[in-house]
């Protein structure tokens, strides 16, 4: 079951590690309701600094976010039209996979 408590904790944790130039994009009043969201939270997020990201645990919830926000917020036009490329793709596997089920 998917916590948004749990998500808002765990991306909070991850954008620590970020540089700052990304997290300075994202405006304030929603990284102040996700820190609102996870005082609910009860999970332990364990980085570790010298593994790269995509080599850390890290739930599909916060990868989902941490995409959002770099789409809506960081991304370049032409990067934004690429990762709705991939999110269309995406959408288009998860259909064709569910029909198969």
């Known amino acids: 079951m998917i916590k948004v408590d749990d998500i808002a904790k765990e991306t909070l944790d991850i954008l620590k590690y970020f540089d700052f130039n990304f997290v300075s994009k994202i405006p304030n009043n929603f990284l102040e309701n996700l820190k609102k969201i996870s005082k609910t939270s009860t999970i332990t997020i364990n980085i570790n600094k010298d593994k790269p990201l995509k080599e850390q645990e890290i739930s599909e919830g916060c990868k989902d976010l941490i995409s959002l926000l770099y789409y809506n917020y960081v991304a370049n036009e032409r990067e934004r039209e690429e990762i ?17 089920i």
Do not use: G, M, P, V
């Open 84 to 100: 709705l490329e991939y999110w269309n793709e995406n959408e288009e596997i998860a259909k064709q996979t569910t029909k198969k």
